[in-house]
């Protein structure tokens, strides 16, 4: 009886259009009063340990190290430098887009940001080149996405978070899988654009994309090589990018004034703003439901039920596809992550790579609708249709998935650098 007012109160609260928040907290209070020992307190303790937590200022940090690039010129000199390397190439433009948004995605670590800060400069330059509207909108909105696999990636960092897994072993797994990603999808441009004409190398053209982004090119260098080399933790390392994109952009490439810089320290705060209470209320939600002992509880169900790692593998996979047709995937980490955690665990699959298998799937929940958060982006900034959109990235999705198979069945893709 208790369990069905509780779904009764979900529904009604999504029936008002409340948001995840409030759902949560009626969630996480109504399971104090009847199953805990009804002491509220204890949801203020939780949200206290999880700000406690110094991996989770990386979050800020590289929010708003993003943002200020994107308003900057980091972002246009890296893709100028990428662009004077390839776009000679058949469909070198397109291929230039893919690579652009995985170089982007290992500054920024957000989908949506990613794909407006190279989608908004790419997209139409593709057009004027002549590559068709709907191959274009699929290539931006798809290319995107790879701003959380490829690290340092906020997803990751709440997946590293939730489940008290090493956030730099989790960025080195996404290494393999994050350039397995960028590379089949720049095969395909390249494959279905070959026939598009294409301009000579120009060798005055390489040299000053070199000189203009050699402060730009030097970011995923430091960044990277901090967090890969053991010098940088990840919190250590996103306050390294802000402070080296604050000096580059106010001084050297004197795109942004102080002005510009407070503004977009208002807007990253706003942002943080919404996403911290979700992050808080969930992990009290988690601890809650540890305490419990539900995870292990659903563990056993599953175990039960499936007798095999392989079948476990397409379950775990078709679950979390279809989450992320109808999930956001900072809410589908929070609250699966630690309840699919035990049942990974009970079929050798370590939680490093459970990690990078939720933030495949999760990534290609950004494409499907009827979420798909990057096509409501893109919709937004381009002012196209859902449809067309939606049509553009299936070949794209269709890639992705194969990609996902392969890590999912191969651990070795992406475990191979930490093990």
Not at 57 to 81: E, H, K, N, W, Y
Not at 201 to 216: C, F, M, V
Request: glycine share 8%; proline share 5%; with cysteine.
């Amino acid at each position: 009886m208790s369990l069905l007012l509780l779904f009764a109160l979900v529904v009604l609260l999504l029936v008002l259009r409340q948001n995840l928040v409030a759902i949560l907290l009626v969630i996480v209070t109504y399971i104090h009063l009847v199953y805990g020992d009804g002491v509220l307190e204890y949801i203020i303790e939780d949200m206290y340990v999880t700000a406690d937590k110094e991996v989770f200022l990386a979050l800020p940090l590289f929010m708003l190290c993003g943002s200020i690039m994107t308003r900057g010129a980091i972002a246009q000199r890296l893709i100028d430098v990428i662009k004077a390397f390839a776009s000679p190439l058949p469909g070198g433009l397109a291929v230039t887009t893919i690579l652009a948004c995985a170089v982007f995605a290992a500054i920024s670590g957000s989908s949506p940001v990613t794909l407006l800060a190279v989608g908004t400069l790419m997209y139409p330059a593709l057009l004027k080149e002549g590559y068709s509207k709907k191959f274009a909108l699929g290539a931006v909105t798809s290319g995107g996405t790879l701003g959380i696999v490829i690290p340092p990636s906020i997803p990751m960092i709440l997946y590293g978070i939730v489940t008290e897994t090493s956030v730099v072993e989790l960025f080195i797994a996404g290494i393999i899988p994050g350039i397995l990603m960028a590379l089949v999808l720049c095969g395909y441009s390249f494959f279905s654009n070959r026939h598009l004409a294409r301009s000579p190398w120009d060798i005055g053209q390489i040299k000053s994309s070199l000189r203009k982004g050699i402060w730009a090119m030097l970011m995923p260098i430091i960044l990277l090589g901090g967090i890969y080399s053991g010098y940088f933790t990840p919190t250590e390392a996103a306050a390294v990018a802000l402070f080296y994109s604050i000096i580059i952009e106010l001084f050297v490439h004197k795109e942004i004034t102080l002005k510009d810089l407070y503004q977009t320290g208002v807007e990253t705060t706003k942002l943080f703003g919404t996403l911290f209470p979700l992050v808080a209320v969930a992990m009290s939600l988690n601890l809650l439901l540890a305490t419990q002992q539900i995870p292990d509880m659903v563990a056993n169900w599953m175990t039960s039920m499936v007798d095999s790692r392989i079948m476990f593998i397409l379950a775990l996979n078709i679950l979390l596809l279809i989450v992320g047709c109808f999930m956001d995937i900072i809410s589908a980490i929070l609250i699966l992550g630690p309840v699919l955690l035990p049942a990974a665990l009970a079929y050798g699959i370590d939680p490093v790579h459970l990690g990078i298998i939720m933030v495949i799937n999760l990534e290609i929940g950004f494409l499907t609708p009827p979420v798909g958060f990057n096509i409501i982006v893109a919709m937004t900034a381009f002012k196209e249709n859902f449809l067309l959109i939606s049509r553009g990235v299936m070949p794209f999705i269709v890639l992705m998935l194969g990609v996902l198979v392969l890590v999912s069945l191969v651990p070795a893709v992406s475990m191979f650098l930490i093990r």
